[in-house]
């Protein structure tokens, strides 16, 4: 790690789908986009800050839509409950965001800790869960029953 990053890929994140391992690469680039920010100073980095909030909340709505279309799509087991963490983590993102631009509790170094560390855990326990779920199912043949015309295209996904 750098001293403008606060985290950096590793294949051990991996879950072995490319497009959710695009998605969080790129979750990833946006909490260090956050963390160089909040070293440039206050009223530059404040600018900067907000800026790269935006974009990460508009991703992470795109990446969540993402793995639940997926997941729907293959009728995932664990649906609600992934969905939930999803929602929950949305919850959170926007109480903090808000909190920043009135000039709250949030202190900017606090909340990329909290998105690095939401991230990794979630990677970790849910999205690795839903991964190995996947590779399951194309192990055992049963993506190929799978309509191409339906939301997500499983060509892209792997």
């Not at 790129?26 to 160089?36: A, Q």
């Not at 790269?52 to 992470?60: C, G, L, Q, S």
């Not at 799509?73 to 649906?79: K, V």
């Not at 999803?86 to 965001?97: C, G, P, Q, S």
Request: hydrophobic residues 40%; contains cysteine; positive net charge.
């Amino acid at each position: 790690m750098s001293e403008k990053t606060v985290v950096q890929w590793q294949g051990s994140y991996s879950v072995g789908v490319k497009q959710i391992d695009r998605h969080h690469m790129k979750l990833i680039s946006l909490t260090n986009k956050l963390f160089s920010s909040c070293m440039a100073g206050k009223a530059k980095g404040r600018d900067a800050f907000l800026e790269i909030i935006h974009e990460a909340v508009e991703y992470t709505g795109y990446h969540f839509a993402t793995e639940e279309k997926i997941m729907k799509r293959i009728n995932y087991p664990d649906y609600a409950k992934h969905k939930q963490e999803h929602t929950d983590f949305v919850r959170e993102l926007y109480i903090n965001v808000d909190e920043f631009k009135t000039g709250k509790i949030l202190v900017p170094f606090q909340f990329v800790y909290f998105l690095r560390d939401w991230v990794l855990h979630h990677i970790a326990l849910c999205d690795k869960k839903l991964g190995n779920y996947l590779l399951l199912m194309k192990r055992n043949g049963h993506l190929r029953n799978l309509r191409r015309t339906q939301l997500v295209p499983i060509s892209f996904i792997f």
